[in-house]
């Protein structure tokens, strides 16, 4: 699967909340950060800890997800590089409101919360993007409730591939995510997901290898999942 990564020598490129800052401001940013790897199905944090850190993640992917009594999973959203994830913790000074998981072996950087604070203080801009990250993560939960209306569960796991896909333009693409993450992800069984990926591998759409999904035409999956062509 195609990931953005930070060019080398700023650790911080690329990410948003960041990016209107002073190089000298980075490179202390950058300073104050504690690099941190996780192995593939490792948390970042579970819900209801502490909000200790925000996480700019530098490279693969993270799953948020929410856990219900019953130990069922709900994935809310995918987060790869050059995003943040955390922020929200950090600003109300709360537990963490959501589980992360590395779907990937995954590196990052944690900033703690008392030098986030310091930084949004001192660089009054950096609220602008904070917002534009909130405003961004209520949309896609929006979005998710208005997809478990609307769409049926085959949509659901169109549009789920569709994004795990990212921008990529290349022919084929290899998401490295078995078929119970995707269930989770999409919201059904893994029953009904096994049915969907099967209906769609018997258009050509994509094919299943092991644990991977090979994606072979992502436009179909975008009309699929009711999306507007590019």
């Known amino acids: 699967m195609e990931m953005r990564l930070p060019e080398p020598g700023d650790a911080l490129t690329g990410v948003e909340m960041f990016a209107g800052l002073e190089p000298e401001v980075r490179q202390r940013v950058i300073a104050a950060a504690v690099p941190r790897t996780y192995r593939k199905g490792q948390l970042l944090f579970v819900e209801n800890d502490p909000g200790e850190s925000l996480i700019v993640l530098r490279r693969r992917a993270v799953a948020v997800f929410r856990t219900a009594p019953t130990g069922e999973r709900a994935v809310l959203s995918v987060i790869r590089p050059p995003d943040v994830l955390g922020e929200v913790s950090l600003l109300d000074a709360s537990t963490r409101s959501a589980s992360a998981e590395a779907i990937e072996d995954c590196a990052a950087l944690a900033l703690s919360r008392p030098a986030f604070m310091e930084l949004v203080h001192s660089n009054p801009r950096i609220l602008d993007a904070v917002m534009r990250s909130l405003g961004g993560l209520i949309r896609r939960l929006t979005e998710q409730n208005a997809d478990h209306v609307f ?23 290899t998401i490295e995510l078995n078929q119970s993450q995707l269930a989770e992800m999409a919201g059904g069984s893994r029953q009904s997901v096994n049915q969907a990926i099967g209906s769609f591998a018997s258009r050509g759409w994509l094919r299943t290898e092991g644990r991977r999904i090979v994606v072979t035409d992502v436009a179909a999956l975008r009309r699929r999942a009711g999306m507007s062509d590019r």
């Open 151 to 173: 769409l049926d569960l085959p949509g659901r796991v169109a549009k789920t591939l569709v994004r795990l896909a990212g921008e990529s333009q290349a022919p084929m693409i």
